[in-house]
């Protein structure tokens, strides 16, 4: 008889279904469906990053086609193998060794994808809505690109090994970062001189220009963007002149070698001279900068001459910035010269290479295109302030009141002692004769010029000579009543004359030998 426990409760079994693992099963299908999936995916992926791949040049182009067509046939195979497993998938990598081995078409591949993203990224700046963003784009720098896609596509497989990857160059506006240069640096020139008569003063203009364009030089060269700006440009000279000549000078290699002929000649002798007249000018600031310290140490402290002290010493230091560069420039030219074999065009090639020939040129360039760009905006912004004043000197007023009155002294002394027939005036003596001031022996004059030491601006009137008798006047000083003997203008032989001398062209003093030689009559008139 059964008995139960007491707190004990019944269990009662529940029947189970029988399990024959199908979930199990599921599970392995789906697991080994999603490794087929990625497998294949991966290949797929892998498959299309070569045969979709953008390609620059034709070998490897032809290369990458000719390459799909012989592993056509392993390709359809890996369409049967199960992915799911490793070593198919191992298997099925093995086909595309041929892309991922060699090297120069992955170069091509790597070198393309960075030509369009850059290109995509430098065209994108011409469509942004942000003004800065928008300042960096211009169509040198998308040419510059284009240009540099044609040299990897026409270079030799060895040499397009070796080609950087394209980079997008930035704009930067010159006159705009020469404006706030200019702004920073306060540079202003005050210069006051006199010419004699006239006090002239002005402030900035042409005396600004020069000091201004190597303050400008010595900070805009030291900026990398605005170098690459230029170099840009100098880049696209020599292509641009090889693409327009190539047809004139039998392809576009000859032309370019035509281009780096006549630019390395110019650009030697241009460099030369602009490093010659930069030595001149630190000579010639050392001397003034000299003078003026002597001026100092002789005068004693002028603010007037150390502000000029000042402004010397620092336009010499810009000077000789500059200097330090151009003699980089020249030594680099004196020490390039190799044994190196001659070009097509007949010319020697003073470097070991043409690459290195091309450096030389487009920096040489780039300096010049520079220099006219930097001189340019030096003129512009030397004119703000400029200020040109011209007053009369008051030393040369003085000096001239005192050659004006002078003269009038002169004037008024000659006309007391001469009548306008350029005779001397007589005067009665005590007993009421006139008396010829000539023999007066208290004349201080007598046997001397007839006019002061300093003769009046004017040709003293002249009676019409007397052919018959030569003039009728007489000695009558004292009781000598010899008649003077006088010339056809009625002047006395041997007496000193002063008249114009129409073969100088002037106003002449000498001794009368009774010769009418120098008709006063036909002088000037004063």
């Known amino acids: 008889m059964g008995t139960y426990l007491q707190g004990v409760q019944s269990i009662i079994p529940s029947l189970q279904p029988h399990d024959n693992g199908l979930n199990v099963v599921a599970n392995l299908l789906q ?31 032809e290369k990458r086609d000719n390459t799909i067509k012989q592993i ?86 060895e040499e397009a090994m070796s080609f950087e990857n394209p980079v997008y160059t930035p704009y930067v506006n010159v006159q705009k970062k020469s404006a706030e240069i200019f ?34 030089q010595s900070q805009l060269s030291a900026d ?11 880049y696209l000279n020599r292509k641009k002149f090889a693409a327009a000549n190539a047809e004139k000078f039998g392809g576009e290699k000859q032309a370019e070698m035509k281009y780096l002929e006549d630019a390395y000649g110019k650009m030697k002798k241009a460099t030369e001279a602009r490093h010659a007249d930069y030595q001149d000018s630190s000579k010639a600031y050392d001397a003034k900068i000299e003078d003026i310290k002597k001026q100092i140490n002789a005068k004693g402290k002028d603010p007037i001459l150390e502000r000029q002290l000042k402004q010397y010493e620092s336009n010499k230091q810009i000077n000789d910035e500059v200097l330090a ?55 512009e912004l030397s004119k703000r302030g400029m200020v040109r004043d011209v007053k009369a ?56 010029s007839p006019f002061n030491p300093i003769v009046p601006n004017i040709a003293p009137p ?15 000083g004292g009781n000598n009543t010899t008649p003077v003997k006088k010339d056809s203008w009625g002047r006395p032989e041997g007496s000193n004359w002063y008249g114009w001398d129409p073969d100088k062209g002037k106003y002449t003093e000498g001794k009368n030998k009774g010769k009418n030689k120098l008709p006063i009559k036909e002088g000037p008139k004063v």
């Open 72 to 157: 056509d046939f392993d390709l359809k195979r890996i369409a049967g193998l199960d992915l799911s497993l490793e070593q198919n998938v191992q298997q099925a990598m093995q086909v595309f060794r041929p892309f991922y081995e060699d090297t120069s078409l992955m170069k091509d591949m790597a070198w393309t994808k960075n030509f369009n993203n850059t290109l995509g990224s430098a065209e994108g700046l011409n469509k942004s809505t942000d003004l800065k963003q928008k300042e960096q784009y211009w169509d040198e720098g998308i040419q510059a690109l284009q240009y540099k896609r044609k040299e990897f596509m026409e270079a030799t497989p």
């Open 325 to 379: 560069s151009l003699s980089e420039q020249v030594e680099r030219f004196n020490n390039a010269y190799s044994s190196s074999g001659n070009t097509s065009t007949g010319w020697h090639n003073p470097y070991k290479d043409i690459n290195t020939l091309r450096y030389i040129v487009d920096n040489s360039m780039s300096n010049d295109l520079f220099s006219d760009d930097v001189m340019i905006a030096a003129s």
């Open 224 to 234: 990398p963007m605005v170098k690459a700006v230029y170099d840009t440009k100098a």
């Open 31 to 61: 697991l080994k469906q999603s490794q087929y999936d990625s497998n294949y995916k991966s290949l797929n992926k892998f498959y299309g990053q070569y045969y979709y791949a953008d390609l620059t040049r034709k070998d490897n182009i």
């Open 393 to 448: 000197d008051p030393f040369a007023i003085i000096e001239m009141r005192h050659a004006n009155r002078m003269a009038e002294i002169n004037k008024q002394a000659y006309y007391d002692k001469y009548d306008y027939d350029g005779q001397l005036k007589t005067k009665k003596s005590s007993g009421g004769k006139k008396t010829n001031t000539t023999n007066n022996s208290n004349d201080n004059n007598s046997g001397n």
């Open 183 to 216: 702004k920073d640096s306060g540079i202003s020139m005050d210069i006051s001189d006199t010419d004699g008569k006239y006090i002239i003063r002005q402030k900035n203009g042409d005396i600004l220009t020069e000091p201004l364009s190597k303050l400008l």
């Open 462 to 476: 002249v009676p019409e000579p007397n052919p018959n008798t030569g003039g009728n006047n007489t000695n009558t």
